[in-house]
């Protein structure tokens, strides 16, 4: 069994207004998982897995240069997961640090990745489990900030984000709003 408040304070300060928010956002974003999960329990997400990958999600922001989230590292913020994925792999939590690469909006194909040369490896980055699919979803809803530690959005707000990345990116918030509100499809 993982302990993920042990992992974090080996990389931040508990005294800090980043750890402060960082551990509310992931906090509600376990919360929302473990909700969305129960509600598919006919695909059989691991619940343990999801809560531990759910708060270990965004370990990697503190080595992005992303000052209103209270971070002043060296990587763009697009970089936070892949990030995380190195930081969790160090710890053997192979399975844990693909969540963290892959939480990004609702997936990066390596197509997106080359056509907008983004700061990342040219690779797909897209939730392939239901667990990873289940954490993105949920990662939508709550925004990070210093001065507001979390902020829950409507549905339309997240759509109209995704968007902004492409039609396809709003049809499959849709798709995941349907599967984990209403319970029903498959990932």
Request: charged share 25%; proline share 5%.
């Amino acid at each position: 069994m993982v302990n993920p408040q042990e992992i974090l304070l080996e990389y931040y300060d508990p005294d800090t207004d980043l750890f402060q928010m960082l551990m509310a956002h992931n906090e509600r974003v376990a919360e929302k998982s473990l909700e969305a999960a129960r509600r598919v329990g006919h695909l059989n997400p691991d619940l343990g897995f999801i809560e531990e990958a759910a708060l270990l999600h965004d370990i990697g922001i503190f080595m992005t240069d992303a000052p209103e989230l209270c971070c002043h590292g060296q990587h763009p913020y697009l970089c936070h997961g892949i990030l995380g994925r190195s930081i969790l792999e160090k710890h053997g939590l192979h399975r844990h640090g693909l969540v963290c690469e892959r939480h990004i909006g609702v997936g990066i194909t390596a197509q997106e990745i080359e056509k907008n040369r983004l700061p990342l490896p040219v690779r797909d980055m897209r939730p392939t489990t239901v667990e990873e699919e289940i954490i993105a979803y949920a990662d939508k809803f709550f925004s990070k900030d210093c001065t507001d530690l979390v902020h829950a959005h409507s549905v339309e707000w997240i759509v109209k984000g995704l968007e902004k990345h492409g039609p396809d990116k709003g049809q499959i918030f849709h798709s995941w709003v349907e599967r984990y509100e209403n319970g029903k499809g498959c990932p």
